[in-house]
């Protein structure tokens, strides 16, 4: 896999949200130590936050941290492994179909929504124990995926393929899900 280079990009926006991103070019390769500086500026973005969604919103610290273990956890595939990547990728894109710098923290919500049907799709596969033990949230994930694939579902809808799209993911391997 051709490693490119990505670097930690805090944006300020004095009248608006903040915006948190690893610019990324090409394929994801942050250290771990760039992985946690995004996570602990994400956990502070989003803490307190009470706006639309803000109970699935508040996932996506932990959201992140989950995708960075299972793109690092033996039991996956290297096909799945690679999904979490580009799951990632697309959490850190500032110009996804719903940008956080535009919209808000509310844009989070498509990045959850994601993150959710991957697991779904990962579920499938491995079962829900291996995305457990790498679960680090308080709240149980099979809540946490369920809520928020259902309300995604709802409040997205048709924005599906779109969504995977823009991750570089293939519709078709979300099929069934």
Do not use: Q
């Amino acid at each position: 896999m051709e490693a490119v280079l990505a670097r930690l990009v805090i944006l300020l926006y004095i009248a608006g949200p903040i915006t948190i991103g690893l610019t990324m070019t090409k394929d994801w390769d942050v250290s771990d130590e760039e992985a946690e500086c995004f996570y602990s500026a994400l956990s502070d973005e989003l803490k307190g936050y009470d706006g639309e969604f803000s109970e699935i919103i508040r996932w996506a610290p932990e959201m992140f941290k989950l995708f960075m273990r299972l793109r690092k956890d033996p039991t996956l595939s290297d096909k799945d492994r690679k999904i979490a990547d580009h799951v990632l990728s697309y959490f850190v894109d500032p110009d996804d179909p719903m940008p956080e710098g535009r919209i808000g923290k509310w844009g989070f919500f498509d990045d959850l929504f994601l993150c959710a049907w991957t697991l779904k799709k990962l579920e499938k596969t491995y079962g829900a124990e291996v995305l457990s033990n790498n679960w680090s949230g308080k709240a149980e994930l099979s809540k946490v995926v369920d809520e928020t694939y259902h309300a995604g579902r709802e409040w997205l809808s048709g924005m599906e393929e779109t969504i995977l799209r823009a991750a570089g993911l293939k519709p078709g391997d979300f099929k069934g899900v």
